[in-house]
Each structure stands twice: as C-alpha cells, then as structure tokens.
C-alpha cells in the first residue's frame, strides 16, 4: 500500500468512525429525552437509559431510513422497550413501547387497567404519529410513496417480525393465548371471552376501504398483541388500535 492509499483509507475511517460516534450519541440523547418524558420506562435502579442495549437493527436503503429496537435486559421481570426511528438527515425520534401491563397505553379494548401501575400520560398511537413526523408527506398522495407508511410496514414486518393477519387466521386470533406473569392472574375463560370480542371487533374494520384485498391487522406474537392500522389523510398519520391476546398468569414455584 503506497502512503497516499494509506492516507487515503485513514482519512475514510476517522470520517466513518466518527459519524458513527456522533449518531450513537444522538440515540442516546433520544432515548434519555423519552425516558425523562416517561418515566416508567426506566428500572428502579435509575440508571437513565444505560440498561438499554441495541438489539435489532433494520435499514431501509431505497427510502434511506433506519429503524432500531433498543431492550433492557429481558432478566428483569418488567423490562421496556424503546423503538428509534431516524430519517435519512440523520434525524431521530422514539417511541415507547411498554409491555401489556400498561393497558391504557395500548387503550386495550374490552380490558380495565390495572390498580397500581402508573397511567401513561399518551397513547401508542400517539407516540407512534409523533415520531413519525420527522418523515415527510407525500407531495402528491396519488403519485408518490408514501414514506410513513414504509417504515411503518418495515417495523412491523422485519423489525417486529409481525404476522399479517386474514381470514384463514380466525382460529389463531381466538383460540391462540400465551401467559404473561407481568400482569394479575385471570381466568382462562374469561381470556377466551375477550380474545373472541378481540375478533369480531377487529374483522369489522378488516379491510382498508381503497384497498380491498388488503389487511390491516398484524399480529405480533413475541409481545402477545394484535395492531390494526390505518393511514388517515386528514391527519397525515395512522389510525391505531391495539388488543391484548395475552392471558395474566403466574405458574407456581415449589
């Protein structure tokens, strides 16, 4: 290697190098500003968004958006979640994504919180339009793609690893219930009962209306929930509703 091709290839990595330090911090000063914001997804050990580790990573490289899920240790027995979003300036925002035991969070319906856990000043449905606006709309709806909805679909689909739902599903919708000892026990009838309420709620709205053929339901099996989403041009976002196909239950220990 001559000494211009090694000056060459130093001055490449100390740019690369040093982007990359600076877009970590700029993840890190996001995830600090959502925690302060809501303060629950923090552990009792206050270690302001340090327990938080990056565990997936998606990019999307024709729209050139990057979609990151960031964890505390699943070792906690009430561990959270964060979802980052950056745009292709480099821009970052987050969104919040709490387990099932704060239900208002997730305005479960068919479902009542729970005594003693902290109400959510926001919605994920509003946390999730929040963070989307560092996304531009569409100039001409009828031609161009809409790039809300591409990351949107990437979240889901490789992020989250989301099952998208149809008819031939019924049976997983209603008859499918996994345990979830974060929450108080309930009984497993009363578990089917709300998932079959699940069902002919969510199959009402089924179809988006321009686009028949299509679903709208996704089933995200690792978090035990169901998102039925919307793209609402009047308000430039998503229309979101949430169901809980999980069952609160604690096993005995001996």
Same mark, same amino acid.
């Not at 000043?121 to 809300?148: G, H, M, Q, V, Y």
């Given at each position: 290697?001559?000494?211009?091709?090694?000056?060459?290839?130093?001055?490449?990595?100390?740019?690369?190098?040093?982007?990359?330090?600076?877009?970590?911090?700029?993840?890190?000063?996001?995830?600090?500003?959502?925690?302060?914001?809501?303060?629950?997804?923090?552990?009792?050990?206050?270690?302001?968004?340090?327990?938080?580790?990056?565990?997936?990573?998606?990019?999307?490289?024709?729209?050139?958006?990057?979609?990151?899920?960031?964890?505390?240790? @699943? /070792? +906690?027995?009430? &561990?959270?979640? $964060?979802?980052?979003?950056? !745009?292709?300036?480099?821009?970052? %925002?987050?969104?919040? =994504?709490?387990?099932?035991?704060?239900?208002?969070?997730?305005?479960?319906?068919?479902?009542?919180?729970?005594?003693?856990?902290?109400?959510?000043?926001?919605?994920?449905?509003?946390?999730?339009?929040?963070?989307?606006?560092?996304?531009?709309?569409?100039?001409?709806?009828?031609?161009?793609?809409?790039?809300?909805?591409?990351?949107?679909?990437?979240?889901?689909?490789?992020?989250?690893?989301?099952?998208?739902?149809?008819?031939? @599903? /019924? +049976?997983?919708? &209603?008859?499918? $219930?996994?345990?979830?000892? !974060?929450?108080?026990?309930?009984? %497993?009838?009363?578990? =089917?009962?709300?998932?079959?309420?699940?069902?002919?709620?969510?199959k009402k709205e089924w179809h988006p209306k321009d686009f028949i053929i299509n679903y709208n339901c996704y089933y995200d099996e690792e978090n035990g929930r169901i998102y039925q989403l919307?793209?609402?041009?009047?308000?430039?976002?998503?229309?979101?509703?949430?169901y809980r196909q999980d069952w609160g239950f604690t096993p005995m220990t001996l």
């Amino acid at each position: 290697m001559t000494n211009n091709n090694y000056y060459l290839y130093y001055f490449f990595f100390i740019i690369t190098f040093g982007c990359s330090e600076k877009m970590e911090t700029k993840v890190e000063k996001t995830i600090e500003n959502i925690i302060e914001k809501f303060p629950q997804l923090e552990t009792e050990e206050k270690s302001f968004g340090k327990n938080y580790k990056l565990i997936k990573s998606v990019k999307n490289a024709e729209f050139d958006f990057e979609i990151q899920l960031f964890s505390q240790p @699943d /070792s +906690l027995k009430d &561990y959270q979640q $964060i979802i980052i979003l950056i !745009n292709s300036k480099k821009k970052c %925002s987050a969104i919040p =994504f709490f387990n099932n035991k704060y239900k208002d969070y997730w305005e479960f319906p068919f479902d009542k919180p729970i005594k003693n856990v902290d109400k959510i000043k926001s919605t994920f449905k509003i946390e999730l339009n929040n963070a989307l606006n560092i996304f531009p709309n569409p100039k001409n709806p009828l031609k161009d793609r809409n790039i809300k909805y591409e990351v949107v679909n990437e979240m889901l689909q490789s992020l989250l690893i989301t099952k998208k739902l149809e008819e031939k @599903d /019924s +049976l997983l919708i &209603y008859k499918t $219930i996994q345990s979830n000892s !974060n929450i108080p026990n309930e009984t %497993s009838d009363s578990a =089917f009962v709300r998932l079959r309420k699940n069902y002919e709620k969510m199959k009402k709205e089924w179809h988006p209306k321009d686009f028949i053929i299509n679903y709208n339901c996704y089933y995200d099996e690792e978090n035990g929930r169901i998102y039925q989403l919307n793209y609402n041009e009047k308000i430039k976002g998503f229309d979101v509703k949430n169901y809980r196909q999980d069952w609160g239950f604690t096993p005995m220990t001996l």
